[in-house]
T-cell receptor, first 114, second 116 residues
Framework: EAQVTQNPRYLITVTGKKLTVTCSQN?????MSWYRQDPGLGLRQIYY???????DKGDVPEGYKVSRKEKRNFPLILESPSPNQTSLYFC?????????????FGPGTRLLVL | DQQVKQNSPSLSVQEGRISILNCDYT??????FLWYKKYPAEGPTFLIS?????DKNEDGRFTVFLNKSAKHLSLHIVPSQPGDSAVYFC???????????????FGQGTILTVHP
């Protein structure tokens, strides 16, 4: 089954404690992205990657890091989380051809930073 | 600076009637637009898209209209069904080529409720 998986699905942490949210896809997709969803703001893109070792900033990259060492994985790293990073996070992937209509989203990770 | 705006946070319609969801954008570099549907506790799923070279695209009960001069697009659902109740996001991609081809900007979303 084609899917994007994220772990953990729920996470409560404290300010300043480094955390990583993993994202993995089994479709051999070139493109992967991270988004956050906040009330009244919709989804905002954090980072995206066009392929292994190729990443670029989205609209809200501050406070986040990403890496793309393998095609299937695209972890999101919060080096020093702050309460304003409390949000619902989605990872997504899509093929290089076919455009955004082929984009699959993961189920989401709900993060609470105290 | 919200470049893609959905000014109606919610919309309520009767089953069988038309649902019209609206979206406005400010960036003239956007040239490809998409609508996503999202149910609670799930990720968004692609619904329909339109290129800026077209003014209409239809897929079954769903039709997207694009008015480039007004920088406005709309999604029509006819007839609406209770299973259409979800949050709908419009999104846009800039025509800048290169790495920006991966960039996607969303609106705030509109909650659609279809009553039986």
């Amino acid at each position: 089954e084609a899917q994007v998986t994220q772990n953990p699905r729920y996470l409560i942490t404290v300010t300043g404690k480094k955390l990583t949210v993993t994202c993995s896809q089994n479709m051999n997709h070139e493109y992967m992205s991270w988004y956050r969803q906040d009330p009244g703001l919709g989804l905002r893109q954090i980072y995206y990657s066009m392929n292994v070792e190729v990443t670029d900033k989205g609209d809200v990259p501050e406070g986040y890091k990403v890496s793309r060492k393998e095609k299937r994985n695209f972890p999101l790293i919060l080096e020093s989380p702050s309460p304003n990073q409390t949000s619902l996070y989605f990872c997504a992937s899509r093929a290089g051809t076919g455009g955004m209509k082929t984009q699959y989203f993961g189920p989401g990770t709900r993060l609470l930073v105290l | 600076d919200q470049q893609v705006k959905q000014n109606s946070p919610s919309l309520s319609v009767q089953e069988g009637r038309i649902s019209i969801l609206n979206c406005d954008y400010t960036n003239s570099m956007f040239d490809y637009f998409l609508w996503y549907k999202k149910y609670p506790a799930e990720g968004p799923t692609f619904l329909i898209s339109i290129s800026s070279i077209k003014d209409k695209n239809e897929d079954g009960r769903f039709t997207v209209f694009l008015n480039k001069s007004a920088k406005h697009l709309s999604l029509h659902i006819v007839p609406s069904q209770p299973g259409d109740s979800a949050v709908y996001f419009c999104a846009a991609i800039p025509n800048a080529g290169g790495t920006s081809y991966g960039k996607l900007t969303f609106g705030q979303g509109t909650i659609l409720t279809v009553h039986p």
